[in-house]
Nanobody
Framework: VQLVESGGGLVQAGDSLRLSCVASGRSFSRYSMGWFRQAPGKEREFVAV?????YYAESVKGRFTISRDNSKNMVSLQMNSLKYEDTAVYYC??????????????????WGQGTQVTVSS
């Protein structure tokens, strides 16, 4: 599975961005799809994941929405009310692990190359 993210950019605090991740290959629907982010000098951290249900990090709950379209092999992350602290490289990942593991980056089988999101204060 190859994953390609798009949609990052430079925005001001309070603005919105929509990230997309397109997967190649078959059996996209069998994967849980997650978004993680990594700021300079920090570890990659969980943002959101979609399986049959969705899970969010507390820091983005109510502002970000993850969705998927299996017919297009696509997962998206709608980010509203962006804050300076949302600045990071955002990665999408695919995993076949279960509910507990899919919040942890080490359990992901495939990753995209990342897309930069920069929020100016």
């Amino acid at each position: 599975v190859q994953l390609v993210e798009s949609g990052g950019g430079l925005v001001q605090a309070g603005d919105s961005l929509r990230l997309s991740c397109v997967a190649s290959g078959r059996s996209f629907s069998r994967y849980s799809m997650g978004w993680f982010r990594q700021a300079p000098g920090k570890e990659r951290e969980f943002v959101a994941v979609i399986r049959g249900t969705t899970y969010y990090a507390e820091s983005v709950k109510g502002r970000f929405t993850i969705s998927r379209d299996n017919s297009k092999n696509m997962v998206s992350l709608q980010m509203n009310s962006l804050k300076y602290e949302d600045t990071a490289v955002y990665y999408c990942g695919a995993t076949t692990w279960g509910t507990s593991e899919m919040l942890n980056a080490q359990y992901y089988d495939y990753w995209g190359q990342g897309t930069q999101v920069t929020v100016s204060s």
